[in-house]
C-alpha cells in the first residue's frame, strides 16, 4: 500500500505504532518497523540515557526507520530532542507542545516531524512551524485525549492543511483504517491494538484487561486538571471519577497522589488496584494475542479489501 506517508517515511505500509509510555520500547517498536510499518520509541520522562539504549536495541533488531516521540513539557525535551539528531533518527512524533525551538535543527538533521494534534487550529500552527506532517488524534483513542472524535476531527483537520495527515483513535482493523482513509488520512497510528502483540513489554493483567474489555471498558478521567486520559475501568478510575465529581483543592491533591506511578504499576507490576491501564475505545475489537507482523498486515490487507470493493457496496 502506497500513500503520500508511506512514501515521506521511507515505510511499507502506513501503520504506526502510537506512542505508549513505559510501553514503546526498543523492542516493540523495532517489530512495528520490521513488519513494514512505523515503530515509535516513547520517550516520555525517561532520562535521555535509557532512551538512547532503547533506539540501539532497535538498530540492532532492524535497520528499517525508527521512530521517537517526545513530550514537549517533559523535562527531558532538549535532551531527547538533541539525542534524535545525534542518533540519527528518521521520524519524531511530539506531544504536548509546540516543536518550532527544535524545528530547524531537526530539519537540517533530515528528521521527518509529524505532531500530535486534537485541534483544527494546533494542526494549522504546526503546518506553519514546518511539519512534514500532522497525526490527527480524536477522543476515542487510549492515554491523554482531546474532546472531538476522529471521525470529526480528521475531515476538517485533512481539510485545513496541505501536508499529508494521519489519522488516530478508533483503528484495530482494516475497516478502521479504510474509513479513516476514506476520510483523507493518507495513515493511521495504532496504539491499543498493539497491546495484544507478544512483542509488547506490558504485565499479564493489563493485557488481560485488554482482550476482555468492550465497547464501554474505558472511562475518561483528569478533566478537572485539564489532562483528560482515557483507560480501562478499574478501582483507580472509578476512585478517580468520585473525587473529580465535586472537585476541590483537598480533592485534586488526593488525585495527584493516588495516580503517581500509576502506569508504571499498570504497565509493570500489574497492579489491579492502583494501576492506570491506559486504552482506547476500540479495546473491544482486541481479543486475541497476536504479533506485529501479523498485526500490520492483517489491517492494511483488510483495508485494501475494502476499498477496492467499495463500489460494490452501492450497486
Known amino acids: 500500500m502506497k500513500t503520500k506517508i508511506t512514501e515521506l517515511l521511507g515505510i511499507e505500509y502506513p501503520v504506526i ?39 540501539h536495541r532497535a538498530r540492532s533488531i532492524t535497520k528499517k526507520p525508527i521512530g521517537l516521540n517526545i513530550m514537549l513539557l517533559s523535562p527531558n525535551a532538549d535532551d531527547l530532542a538533541q539525542l534524535a539528531i545525534d542518533e540519527k533518527i528518521e521520524v519524531i512524533t511530539t506531544g504536548a507542545g509546540n516543536p518550532g525551538k527544535y524545528m530547524e535543527k531537526w530539519k537540517a538533521a533530515n528528521i521527518k516531524v509529524m505532531p500530535v494534534v486534537a485541534s483544527v487550529a494546533l494542526a494549522k500552527r504546526m503546518e506553519r512551524a514546518g511539519a512534514d506532517a500532522v497525526i490527527a488524534e480524536g477522543t476515542e483513542s487510549g492515554g491523554h485525549i482531546g474532546e472531538t472524535t476522529t471521525m470529526a476531527l480528521l475531515p476538517q483537520v485533512v481539510d485545513a492543511v496541505s501536508i499529508p495527515v494521519v489519522g488516530a483513535g478508533g483503528c484495530a482493523d482494516g475497516r478502521g483504517m479504510a474509513a479513516m482513509m476514506m476520510l483523507g488520512a493518507e495513515g493511521v497510528q495504532c496504539g491499543t491494538i498493539f497491546l495484544s502483540a507478544e512483542e509488547c513489554p506490558i504485565s499479564d493483567k493489563y493485557k488481560e484487561l485488554i482482550l476482555k474489555a468492550s465497547d464501554i471498558s474505558t472511562v475518561v478521567t483528569g478533566r478537572p ?28 491533591e488526593e488525585l495527584e497522589a493516588a495516580t503517581a506511578g500509576a502506569l508504571r504499576k499498570a504497565v509493570q507490576d500489574g497492579n489491579y488496584e492502583e494501576g492506570t491501564f491506559m486504552s482506547g ?5 482486541v481479543n486475541e494475542k497476536s504479533n506485529c507482523h501479523d498485526i500490520v498486515r492483517k489491517i492494511t490487507n483488510g483495508a485494501e479489501e475494502l476499498l477496492k470493493n467499495a463500489a460494490s457496496r452501492i450497486g
Do not use: N
Request: glycine letters at 16%.
Open 281 to 285: 475505545q476500540i479495546a473491544g475489537l
Open 17 to 55: 505504532q502510537g506512542a505508549m509510555a513505559w510501553i514503546g520500547d526498543g523492542g516493540l517498536a523495532a517489530a512495528v518497523s520490521e513488519a513494514g510499518g512505523l515503530g515509535i520509541i516513547s520517550g516520555g520522562a525517561a532520562p535521555a540515557e535509557y532512551i538512547k539504549e532503547q533506539i
Open 225 to 252: 486538571s485539564g489532562h483528560p486520559v482515557r483507560a480501562i475501568k478499574t478501582p483507580l478510575a472509578r476512585k478517580c471519577m468520585q473525587l473529580e465529581k465535586f472537585p476541590t483543592d483537598a480533592s485534586l
